[in-house]
């Protein structure tokens, strides 16, 4: 049971982080302002930052489908613990950012934390299992 919720949200996490990248990489401006930027504050630095950052974010797209299909459980048990940390930083982070609050800051907050439920709940079927 551990292995396939933790195999299943690593899928589901790697689609998130895909499109999340896809979006900063094609449309920085956008994602800047749809977290709360204002538009006279995008200068050309901010936006090949978030690029960048778009470009990282492949990196776990990439990789978590790879680690759901060919890692065992202790392999997945690893990865989803490292996970379920990067979720909850990655969102308590969005927390501080500058700029006002608004909907998508909260709502992609929002589902970080719960990717990173999503994996503490995997992670809690280790104990029956044994």
Do not use: D, H
Request: hydrophobic fraction near 60%; charged fraction near 15%.
């Amino acid at each position: 049971m551990l292995v396939r919720r933790a195999a299943l949200t690593l899928r589901l996490g790697a689609t998130l982080f895909f499109f999340a990248a896809a979006a900063l990489i094609i449309k920085p401006g956008e994602v800047a302002t749809f977290f709360g930027f204002a538009r006279t504050s995008l200068t050309p630095e901010l936006l090949w930052s978030l690029r960048v950052m778009g470009a990282t974010f492949l990196i776990p797209a990439l990789l978590g489908p790879v680690v759901a299909a060919f890692a065992g459980e202790r392999g997945l048990r690893q990865a989803a613990a490292g996970m379920a940390f990067i979720c909850l930083g990655i969102s308590t982070m969005l927390f501080f950012t500058p700029g006002k609050w608004a909907w998508g800051k909260l709502a992609f907050a929002g589902i970080g934390y719960l990717f990173a439920l999503m994996y503490f709940y995997a992670l809690r079927g280790r104990g029956r299992n044994r």
